[in-house]
């Protein structure tokens, strides 16, 4: 079951997470450039103990920013078609208004915030092969176990 929380402007959760690194729960992505990519990390994140996924702030902790309801399209489509079974994930849109945006960039960004729940059912996704195996975090990386 997938749910969505209205758009809200949290700035505690976005200094905390600059403040962060990506480990065994967290992981940063600019934008999900590939489904079968995103639905790896979601398998890895479900089968470990859960985490989250912050989408719209790249690896160099730079918010980025991005459409939110395309990158949740984009998760809930790699978790739907390449998780098997298909995680829990719950999503938060949050607002973040930079007071010092580069030349042609909007002050105010969205990035998404998708809550992966820990998964007692292992969660397989497909390897570059289309071998489906199972997923889990160490450290800031995904692995296959199988």
């Known amino acids: 079951m997938n749910k969505h929380n209205i758009e809200k402007f949290d700035e505690e959760f976005i200094k905390k997470v600059l403040k962060s690194e990506e480990g065994i729960s967290l992981d940063f992505k600019q934008k999900v450039s590939s489904k079968e990519k995103i639905a790896r990390t979601i398998s890895a994140l479900a089968n470990t103990k859960g985490g989250v996924i ?12 991005i459409d ?4 949740m399209y984009m998760i809930q489509d790699a978790n739907d078609k390449f998780c098997i079974p298909s995680a829990n994930i719950d999503f938060e849109t949050i607002k973040w208004i930079d007071e010092a945006p580069a030349y042609n960039e909007p002050s105010e960004k969205f990035i998404l915030k998708a809550m992966i729940h ?27 176990t199988i």
């Open 54 to 65: 912050v989408v719209g702030i790249s690896d160099q902790k730079k918010i980025t920013g």
């Open 118 to 144: 820990h998964s007692k059912q292992e969660i397989k996704s497909p390897d570059k092969n289309g071998v489906l195996k199972v997923y889990r975090r160490v450290n800031d990386q995904s692995t296959s």
């Open 68 to 71: 939110p309801n395309e990158e």
